[in-house]
């Protein structure tokens, strides 16, 4: 394809793109790093999901917890199935005695660090896709500028027509997997809930 039909579709696809991604950053918290449709909530706190004990500064006391780990892998394994986990934490909670509250509590405390740490690191990844995309779009539309400015048939263009089109498939292609990493934070909320229902149920 010559430089003169590739000047208008490059143009064409840039603009689409560019006026398609700052609503979602809009309506997502006003935060031009992010992208998804899904309100920006870059953290959680524990009173949002745990209606028990307060958790804060019990994160690392499931070390001191006989017995608890196993059932602390058991709850963060992704590859666990939900109702195995849920019957760990049943069998776990029936071992308990009068430290039941405290120790269910320190189960919690450990999942909601692990999982709400996670959260922010998918958060960190999505922020990093979102700027790189921009930074993209930015090198893409400055190519077009320079492209403009150049005879349409010179060899010059045509590289510079090449590098464009390339540069825009980089974008298109990253672009396919923003659904999925928009959809990790909102997996890890949904986890932690059924987490903390599994546990909670078992409280005195």
Known sequence: MSPRLTLPLLGLTCLTWALAAPPAATAAGRDPDWPCVQILVPTLSPGQIWAGDPVE??????????????????????????????????????????QRNEVLTVLFAAVFDTLNRERGEAIAAIQRYARQQHALLDRIDEGLT???????????????????????????????????????????????????????????
């Open 146 to 204: 320079r492209l403009r400015e150049l005879p349409q048939t010179s060899p010059e263009a045509e590289a510079l027509a090449a590098d464009i089109a390339w540069q825009r498939r980089i974008l298109d292609e990253r672009r396919r997997y923003q659904s999925a990493m928009c959809d990790q934070p909102v997996r890890l909320e949904q986890r932690l809930g059924r987490i903390a229902r599994a546990i909670a149920a078992h409280l005195d």
């Open 57 to 98: 500064g019990k994160e690392g006391a499931w070390r001191d917890v006989p017995g608890l780990e196993p059932v602390l892998k058991q709850a963060l394994d992704r590859s666990a199935d939900e109702d195995r986990t849920e019957a760990a934490i049943g069998r776990f909670a029936d071992t308990l005695g009068v």
